[in-house]
Nanobody, 124 residues
Framework: QVQLIESGGGLVQAGGSLRLSCAAS????????MGWFRQAPGKEREFVAC????????YDADSVKGRFTISRVNAKNTVYLQMNSLKPEDTAVYYC?????????????????WGKGTLVTVSS
């Protein structure tokens, strides 16, 4: 069971930036597609971004395109989410996810590898 530890959340004003980090416990990290999901109060968890195991390809939700960037450093077992031009609607708990698979038009987390989440609050 891979352990994922997120950090970097906090309170920021609209238009500001934050960078989230997710450190993974396993050496097999470099073989996993990694991603970020988020869950706002009263809403379902939703996909934010994914990066393939090699880092060659990234995928973003339409709601964050052009504002958020996912990246990874396999030598550090770490994946990042750079969030710019933040909006109040980006307020949510952000979860790191490992070993994502793509099917039926969306990304899935079939092995349920989740971090505990980090809260991002964007004030207007």
């Amino acid at each position: 069971q891979v352990q994922l530890i997120e950090s970097g959340g906090g309170l920021v004003q609209a238009g500001g930036s934050l960078r989230l980090s997710c450190a993974a416990s396993e050496r097999t990290f470099s073989s996993y597609n990694m991603g970020w999901f988020r869950q706002a109060p009263g809403k379902e968890r939703e996909f934010v971004a994914c990066i393939t195991w090699s880092g060659a390809t990234t995928y973003d939700a339409d709601s964050v395109k052009g504002r958020f960037t996912i990246s990874r450093v396999n030598a550090k077992n770490t994946v990042y989410l750079q969030m710019n031009s933040l909006k109040p609607e980006d307020t949510a708990v952000y979860y790191c996810a490992a070993d994502l698979k793509y099917s039926s038009g969306r990304w899935h987390n079939p092995r349920d590898y989740w971090g505990k989440g980090t809260l991002v609050t964007v004030s207007s």
